[in-house]
């Protein structure tokens, strides 16, 4: 071969390398506090949302807007597309291909579960859908519906889906953002219970602010609870925007976004009543109560937002007849009671201010894992506050302890956060776009890192 020629391959090579290269970020690093260090693994995503370990120890993410579904490997960044879904409908805030899971029997039967909203007719919906992984094609294939005409709109869709111990598979559901901006004169439905009438012609409008359990088909377990006289997909009642939901052993976690206080750390049991929108947090009386602005006269011209008007009927959390809700584990913030959410130096974006983290994710740091001090603990994903928020559990692993301890914050939202199987790196995937706090802790529009997988890696003993 001649010199020439050998010179051409060598290019024709070199050009075939930077095509099958990802886009990296140049593995920039972020700063980050010892003993972690911080890296940018991968960016130019957009809006990814769900993330889970897949085959081959690969990162398999949703991208939110993109209608996609890739597999990232964290080691060198090299990504993959699984599954494009053009059917997906998305929004700019909140719809869009979210949560994914493996069946549990995946390395047998290679099912994987995604939600996301959709289309039908003119009416925007919501679904669960089934695909089968191709080893070989490394493809998405033969999808299935397992549970199609959830409702859906453009705020709060909750979207997170995980298989129990029991083999059953659970997803949150939001409600929509009922009885707050630009959807406030909708009634919120937390606490509607479907009736017989409509399971039976599977009308699933009452599943907005409920945790749903169903079977790996889409079918309604029959140890269900039984809520109202009437067995649903129903599991648990009363959540605003359910973001987080995670089994460890047993004990399924949730988080979900409170109003201008408290969100929420919860334990689910079955039937178990969660309270929104009569209650965020503690049944305290502190800095909310429930205005139905669905009741209220004229309620699309009356200006303001929920903030606790004086001259608008309210129920106070305490008046709330039902004393069987179940309370959070933790809240994080109870804002002072007498706290004038408007009255903030950070203007427009006054809810920036507020004491709330917009808890995104959460996953479990184990007992035994290699850094100490994390042991036993949830970690939270924040999207105000771009960090990561650790709550120390109980010993029975039923109770938070202690204070939440923040940890890598940077100038973006964090979607979610999940643990690497060694224990050893934290990773963590960023919106492209939205609201959040600055390193200094200001209002921040422009993301630092936006629609990327970050990676925090603990360099520790
Ligand atoms: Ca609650
Ligand atoms: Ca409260």
Redesign the pocket.
């Known amino acids: 071969m001649s010199f020439k020629w050998r010179m051409i391959l060598r290019s024709l090579a070199f050009l075939a390398i930077l095509a099958a290269s990802p886009l990296l970020a140049a593995g920039e690093e972020i700063p980050t506090a010892e003993p972690f260090v911080g890296r940018v693994v991968i960016d130019g995503l957009e809006s990814p949302w769900g993330m889970i370990w897949g085959p081959e120890d690969k990162l398999w993410i949703t991208e939110r807007q993109g209608k996609r579904v890739i597999a990232v490997d964290p080691a060198t960044g090299q990504k993959e597309t699984l599954l494009e879904a053009p059917e997906v409908k998305i929004g700019p805030q909140h719809e869009g291909i979210l949560g994914l899971a493996l069946a549990p029997d995946f390395a047998s039967s290679n099912l994987v579960y995604l939600n996301y909203t959709y289309m039908d007719g003119e009416a925007e919906k919501h679904k669960i859908a089934r695909y089968k992984y191709d080893k070989e094609t490394k493809k998405l294939g033969e999808p299935k519906d397992i549970l199609t005409g959830v409702p859906a709109g453009n705020d709060h869709q909750g979207g997170r889906l995980a298989f129990g111990p029991d083999g059953s598979l659970y997803f949150s559901k939001g409600e929509l953002g009922h009885n707050q901006g630009g959807n406030r004169c909708k009634p919120n439905e937390a606490q509607r219970l479907p009736t017989a009438k409509e399971v039976a012609a599977k009308d699933w409008s009452a599943y907005v602010g409920k945790v749903l359990r169903l079977t790996p088909d889409g079918e309604i377990p029959t140890d269900n609870p039984v809520l109202g006289g009437v067995k649903s997909h129903v599991y648990t009642v009363?959540?605003?925007n359910p973001q987080g939901l995670l089994f460890v052993g047993s004990v399924l976690f949730e988080v979900?976004h409170g109003p201008s206080t408290d969100d929420?750390l919860?334990v689910l049991v079955p039937g178990g009543n969660?309270?929104?929108p009569y209650?965020?947090?503690y049944q305290d009386d502190q800095a909310y109560a429930y205005i139905d602005w669905a009741k209220v006269k004229n309620c699309e011209k009356v200006p303001g937002d929920a903030y606790l008007p004086d001259d608008q009927p309210k129920v106070l959390e305490t008046k709330w007849p039902r004393k069987d809700?179940?309370e959070?584990i933790r809240t994080f913030y109870t804002m002072p009671t007498f706290y004038d959410f408007k009255d903030s130096k950070f203007g427009a974006l006054a809810y920036l201010g507020w004491a709330t983290i917009a808890p995104s994710s959460l996953d479990y740091y184990p007992a035994d894992g290699p850094i100490k001090a994390w042991r036993n603990s949830i970690v939270i994903s924040s999207l105000k506050n771009g960090a990561l928020y650790r709550a120390p559990l109980s010993g029975d692993g039923k109770q938070a302890q202690g204070d939440l301890i923040k940890y890598f914050h940077t100038a973006n939202r964090y979607r979610q956060v999940l643990i690497a199987k060694d224990g050893k790196t934290i990773y963590v995937i960023t919106d492209n776009a939205g609201n959040g706090l600055d390193e200094n802790g200001l209002p921040n529009q422009t993301m630092k890192n936006p629609g990327s997988l970050l990676a925090f890696e603990y360099k520790g003993e």
Do not use: T
Request: aromatic share 20%; net charge neutral.
């Open positions: 009363g959540h605003r979900e929420e919860n969660y309270g929104w209650i965020a947090g809700y179940r959070p």
